[in-house]
T-cell receptor
Framework: SQQGEEDPQALSIQEGENATMNCSYKTSINNLQWYRQNSGRGLVHLILIRSNEREKHSGRLRVTLDTSKKSSSLLITASRAADTASYFCASYNNNDMRFGAGTRLTVKP | DTAVSQTPKYLVTQMGNDKSIKCEQNLGHDTMYWYKQDSKKFLKIMFSYNNKELIINETVPNRFSPKSPDKAHLNLHINSLELGDSAVYFC???????????FGDGTRLSIL
């Protein structure tokens, strides 16, 4: 069964704007990971946040985790056209990693 | 050097045929996976192997059989292909099940 649910399903913004994507999951987790997928390519790992962490940064990426709400968000600041891709969250719990259906982000130049 | 490579990239075949997809990783990882991504981009795990042993076997028809000759390879063999098998299949690997996964670029399987 599908574990993660991302919203929105699709997001279109202008270059320079910030993009926020949300993810909800159903069971307890050990960690939550965000991945990016360019068209026709495999997923690329972006950032991992452990269940005891609340926020993590990596360059222009900021991830938050709220285990009480079973949700996470990915913020991309100062977006670029090259950020256009699908973004997936994946929740990990006891040898089991579950991906959501992703958010398709389009950044217009 | 490609970290996780899968072949072929495209596979077009007729219903009822048997086909294989190969996957190799040169990262020295112990765990490898097969995923199926449908037309709506939903990614579903099919199998997970750790050091050549099956760890996860989701509810997948037994027409799908993974084979791991060594820990760097995890091949997927599919018997009696059906229209519903059309999808993109991804191989991935990780050093441990909780660590980030590295994905291949996928094999697009089209059943005629």
């Amino acid at each position: 069964s599908q574990q993660g649910e991302e919203d929105p399903q699709a997001l279109s913004i202008q270059e320079g704007e910030n993009a926020t994507m949300n993810c909800s999951y159903k069971t307890s987790i050990n960690n939550l990971q965000w991945y990016r997928q360019n068209s026709g390519r495999g997923l690329v790992h972006l950032i991992l946040i452990r269940s005891n962490e609340r926020e993590k940064h990596s360059g222009r990426l900021r991830v938050t985790l709220d285990t009480s709400k079973k949700s996470s968000s990915l913020l991309i600041t100062a977006s670029r056209a090259a950020d256009t891709a699908s973004y997936f969250c994946a929740s990990y719990n006891n040898n089991d990693m579950r991906f959501g259906a992703g958010t398709r982000l389009t950044v217009k130049p | 050097d490609t970290a996780v490579s899968q072949t072929p990239k495209y596979l077009v075949t007729q219903m009822g045929n048997d086909k294989s997809i190969k996957c190799e990783q040169n990262l020295g990882h112990d765990t490898m996976y097969w995923y199926k991504q449908d037309s709506k981009k939903f990614l579903k795990i099919m199998f997970s192997y750790n050091n050549k042993e099956l760890i996860i076997n989701e509810t997948v028809p037994n027409r799908f059989s993974p084979k791991s000759p060594d820990k760097a390879h995890l091949n997927l063999h599919i018997n009696s292909l059906e229209l519903g098998d059309s999808a993109v299949y991804f191989c991935a690997s990780s050093s441990d099940s909780f660590r980030p996964q590295h994905f291949g670029d996928g094999t697009r399987l089209s059943i005629l």
